[in-house]
């Protein structure tokens, strides 16, 4: 079966930087376009950042811009979160997602995902 197992989360002050990593298995990683999601106590949960089947596209949302890249690598079936300057803000339970992908493109709805990993904990303290 697929399973998308999370990983690189922890406590960091305030400005440190953390790698998320996700890796996957039971699926052909590469027809499938990834995302990261994060869920704040009491909050929906919220897109962060989507990348294409071949990495080439990718997006984020407005609050981490600039601040986190993700990235993938087809040959290990992984997708990485790098996240840096990070803020109180940031504070969250972070989840990967896939979704089987006909194009080169990213997604940023969380409905439109197929799977889904457990989460791991990030958090940003003062």
């Known amino acids: 079966q697929v399973q998308l197992v999370e990983s690189g989360g922890g406590l960091v002050q305030a400005g440190g930087s953390l790698r998320l990593s996700c890796a996957a298995s039971?699926?052909?990683?590469?027809?499938?376009?990834m995302g990261w999601f994060r869920q704040a106590p009491g909050k929906e949960r919220e897109f962060v950042a989507g990348i294409s089947r071949s990495a080439r596209a990718t997006d984020y949302a407005d609050s981490v811009k600039g601040r986190f890249t993700v990235s993938r690598d087809n040959a290990k079936n992984t997708v990485y979160l790098q996240m840096n300057s990070l803020k109180l803000e940031d504070t969250a339970v972070y989840y990967c997602?896939?979704?089987?992908?006909?194009?080169?493109?990213?997604?940023?709805?969380?409905?439109?995902?197929?799977?889904w990993g457990q989460g791991t904990q990030v958090t940003v303290s003062s």
């Open positions: 039971g699926l052909t990683f590469s027809v499938y376009a």
């Open positions: 997602a896939a979704k089987r992908a006909y194009n080169d493109y990213y997604v940023t709805k969380r409905d439109d995902y197929n799977y």
